[in-house]
């Protein structure tokens, strides 16, 4: 009887444990199915969109880029008013640094930075003009014919040469009559300032023969379309 039960308990025992190798079978090949099915197949994957950034790759790490940086559409007009506006930047550091700091302002800095403001501004003319971002008016042309608002758009670039070549003669005639007269504090003539205006001004107008012929040879100006210049701004 001993020797029965013992057998017994032992088949019994036998029995449970061949069951749980079993159980520990069955739960290693669910976990390693659950874990193959949180794995993404790049196989099984969707081909991204032409165009489409990911932020993240596959491996979950960041993957952005940054823009290469493009400065062939600035024109020498742009960078002739960039020049400009850090001297002009320098000019104002240095007022307010003997102003505030030795306590002793420099005068002459004052005068030269409205100077130099004056000059940013009108070289700024032309390249704002090469790249049409003056301001417009286009809402006329939204209830206007193709043929009408095409006529207007070419009567606006005829006007803006014109305008642009005038103010070139008008500032030549105010050079002569300004003659050797000097700044007020520095002692420098004023018709180097209105010489850079004179500048200014003869850029622009050749910046608008320039985008007059563009538009003429496109068929249609920002005016009559004016989502254009927003696709080029971004």
Request: with cysteine.
């Amino acid at each position: 009887m001993t020797d029965a039960r013992s057998t017994g308990k032992r088949r019994r025992g036998g029995g449970s444990r061949s069951q749980r190798r079993r159980d520990r079978r069955n739960l290693g090949k669910d976990s390693g199915n659950a874990a193959k099915q949180a794995v993404p197949d790049p196989a099984r994957q969707a081909p991204p969109v032409a165009g489409e950034e990911h932020v993240l790759d596959e491996t979950g790490h960041f993957n952005v880029h940054d823009a290469p940086i493009d400065l062939s559409h600035y024109t020498v007009e742009a960078w002739i008013a960039f020049g400009f506006f850090w001297v002009l930047a320098i000019d104002i550091f240095y007022q307010f640094f003997t102003r505030y700091v030795l306590n002793d302002s420099a005068s002459w800095t004052e005068e030269i930075a409205r100077y130099f403001l004056i000059c940013v501004v009108f070289v700024g003319i032309a390249a704002s003009v090469r790249t049409n971002r003056h301001i417009h008016v286009d809402l006329v042309y939204r209830f206007l014919p193709r043929s009408a608002g095409r006529a207007m758009s070419t009567l606006v670039d005829l006007i803006r040469i014109m305008f642009f070549a005038y103010a070139v003669v008008l500032t030549w005639q105010m050079m002569q009559k300004m003659g050797n007269y000097k700044m007020t504090i520095v002692d420098l003539p004023m018709n180097s300032v209105y010489a850079v205006c004179a500048f200014g001004f003869a850029c622009a107008a050749a910046r608008s023969v320039q985008v007059a012929v563009e538009h003429w040879r496109r068929g249609y100006s920002v005016l009559e379309r004016p989502e254009i210049a927003i696709e080029k701004a971004l």
